[in-house]
């Protein structure tokens, strides 16, 4: 008996994932041509956009009828080679009739992340946590005359923090804004699950020194909270227990969000975020940042005109343009490409990540962006096809 018990279960443990392999090998490619930047690729895992290449492979979007995408290689922006030689391949370089055409031969664009590389960073020479020199990023001239072509031919556009803020010159932020009816407010925010420099080297030095610069040489703080960094170099901190109920920020759907993309109707979310005003006359909001604020709380936040509540995702979707935003750094996750190869494994998502660790952010993938993003593309698909 426990022989065929065993037999049994190495028959499940070995046929599962091959059945879900080759179900996966046999789902008919779809051809989706992206125009995909990435300014911040430290790396040749592509870690700022690496969850929409597991969403592109999974679901076997092709950028040509059958070649399909590859991290390493099918993005604009920065490219890494060894002992810290690089190659810049943005928008850049190209023409303006280039440009044009990209916007023609595109069916979308996905901008993920514009803040780009920093000297200390590449070179590995001083305190990678300090403020240092950019070698490279931002939202430039070149960037801007796709999106606003691809608005012109109403493609669908994708934009997420980090694109318009630093290290963005202020006349190509304020001419995004104007283009998508969006306004950054200059603040961004991160959750710390402690905010004790001694126990958390997560904490960016720069950040610490900007608040001590103006708080008499203090940080006062220990345990958990939520931090605020504007364009400015002010420091707000929100400490757990003090100025908010729980520190770690949580996304809300509205009924709609959750209806269209299949959203979930709250999920945390401990990574770095944004905090934007859409025109609510030309813009939905999908999702929002809600914090469970104490008394003390809200009124820090009202000392910096900083919203309480903000939001998450935000879509235009009409027959002059369509774009969406997402607040945070939503396409960075620690996930593995080699699970994308499983059709259905989605089944199996619990074993990716600990709920229970407020800091993880797997369960942000398999939870919101995963669902959000295919179902986003679906409808694209289904609308290309349409025409």
């Given at each position: 008996m426990a022989k065929k018990i065993f037999g049994l279960l190495l028959i499940l443990v070995i046929g599962i994932p091959i059945t879900m392999w080759v179900s996966w090998l046999v789902t008919p490619k779809k051809k989706l041509v992206i125009a995909l930047v990435d300014k911040t690729v430290l790396t040749s895992e592509g870690q700022e956009h690496i969850s929409l290449g597991w969403i592109l492979n999974q679901n076997r979007y092709t950028k040509t009828t059958d070649k399909p995408y590859k991290i390493s290689e099918d993005y604009f922006g920065f490219f890494p080679l060894k002992d810290e030689a690089f190659q810049l391949k943005g928008l850049e370089r190209f023409t303006h009739d280039q440009l044009r055409k990209l916007s023609a031969d595109a069916d979308m664009a996905y901008f993920t992340d514009t803040y780009g590389i920093y000297n200390n960073e590449w070179y590995k020479k001083g305190d990678i946590g300090a403020q240092s020199g950019m070698l490279y990023g931002g939202?430039?001239?070149?960037?801007?005359?796709?999106?606003?072509?691809?608005?012109?031919?109403?493609k669908l556009i994708i934009t997420e923090f980090n694109t318009i803020g630093?290290?963005?010159?202020?006349?190509?932020?304020?001419?995004?804004?104007?283009?998508?009816?969006?306004?950054?407010?200059?603040?961004?925010?991160?959750?710390?699950?402690?905010?004790?420099p001694n126990k958390n080297l997560e904490i960016p030095h720069w950040l610490i020194a900007n608040y001590k610069r103006s708080h008499s040489g203090a940080w006062p703080f220990t345990r958990a909270g939520l931090v605020f960094v504007n364009d400015s170099d002010q420091v707000v901190i929100l400490e757990e227990g003090l100025h908010i109920d729980n520190a770690l920020p949580y996304i809300h759907a509205t009924p709609e969000g959750q209806s269209n993309w299949n959203l979930p109707e709250k999920t945390k979310y401990p990574f770095w975020f944004d905090v934007m005003v859409p025109n609510l006359e030309v813009n939905t909001?999908?999702?929002?940042?809600?914090?469970?604020?104490?008394?003390?709380?809200?009124?820090?936040?009202?000392?910096?005109?900083?919203?309480?509540?903000?939001?998450?995702?935000?879509?235009?979707l009409g027959e002059d343009y369509r774009f969406f935003y997402f607040s945070g750094d939503f396409s960075d996750n620690p996930i593995r490409l080699n699970s994308s190869y499983f059709k259905g494994i989605g089944f199996?998502?619990?074993?990716?990540?600990?709920?229970r660790d407020p800091l993880e952010r797997g369960s942000f993938f398999w939870k919101f962006y995963k669902p959000m993003v295919t179902q986003i593309l679906k409808t694209e698909m289904q609308?290309?096809?349409q025409d």
């Open positions: 939202l430039s001239n070149e960037d801007l005359i796709l999106l606003k072509a691809m608005k012109e031919r109403n630093s290290p963005t010159r202020s006349q190509n932020r304020k001419k995004f804004e104007e283009l998508f009816q969006l306004k950054w407010t200059g603040w961004t925010g991160r959750y710390f699950d402690t905010l004790d909001v999908d999702a929002s940042f809600k914090l469970s604020l104490l008394p003390e709380g809200k009124k820090e936040l009202a000392k910096y005109n900083i919203p309480e509540t903000f939001p998450a995702v935000t879509r235009h199996f998502k619990g074993f990716f990540y600990d709920d609308l290309i096809n």
